[in-house]
């Protein structure tokens, strides 16, 4: 009896599934369409056979920078500064109180004192002859010199001072020896200072580097 109920139930349960599923399901909703009415429809290149070619942009030409002066500025240039630790601590200085400030560099003539000297002998032998005549006029500060441009010169001193240059020289003209000064000149690099300001401005360097007495400041064209 038990077994009979039980085949019964499971027959009722299989007819009770397959009608579920053969009118049970809710059908499946319409999607709406991917695109608006009248928009195309987005496709991948790689749906489409069709080549497909870079389009062209034109260049756009680069504006020219203009290099016009400031015509409301005078602009004038300050040095010379022999190091270029001594120029960058002037444009610190300086940068706070102008309108625009730049350096250059520049190859420039310094002075390394006024050589006293006798001409060159035209040998060794002529430069220890006029060696042995200052010698016995009382000139012991003398050097011949032996090698170099200025081989068998008689150097008489290197001064500082063009004045006490010229005092030596008049002393050895004196004595009948024809003795010369010459200014000994080198080419160095030099940093200048070149800055801009209102033309209507007053300003003075002098206020923000004081003692700076060995400076000179001129006008440049603007920059």
Request: glycine residues 6%; contains cysteine; proline residues 8%.
């Amino acid at each position: 009896m038990f077994i009979r109920l039980l085949f019964l139930l499971l027959v009722a349960l299989n007819l009770g599934a397959g009608a579920w599923l053969v009118f049970g399901r809710t059908p499946a909703p319409t999607l709406p369409p991917v695109t608006d009415p009248g928009v195309p429809e987005l496709r991948l290149l790689s749906e489409t056979h069709r080549p497909v070619h870079a389009r062209k942009v034109p260049a756009v030409p680069a504006t020219a920078a203009t290099t016009a002066p400031h015509s409301g500025d005078a602009c004038r240039t300050l040095g010379p500064f022999m190091t270029a630790v001594d120029m960058r601590a002037a444009m610190q200085a300086l940068s706070p109180h102008v309108a625009r400030i730049q350096y250059h560099e520049e190859a420039t003539p310094r002075s390394h004192g006024y050589w006293v000297y006798l001409p060159a002998a035209p040998d060794r032998e002529g430069a220890l002859d006029a060696a042995r005549r200052l010698a016995d006029k009382g000139i012991h500060d003398y050097y011949v010199v032996t090698a170099g441009d200025s081989q068998n010169t008689i150097s008489l001193g290197l001064f500082n001072d063009r004045s006490n240059a010229e005092k030596r020289l008049a002393q050895l003209q004196a004595l009948d020896f024809a003795a010369k000064v010459e200014q000994r000149i080198d080419t160095e690099s030099a940093y200048w200072i070149d800055y801009a300001v209102p033309a209507d401005a007053t300003f003075d360097w002098k206020a923000w580097l004081p003692g700076r007495n060995d400076l000179q400041s001129k006008p440049i064209d603007c920059f």
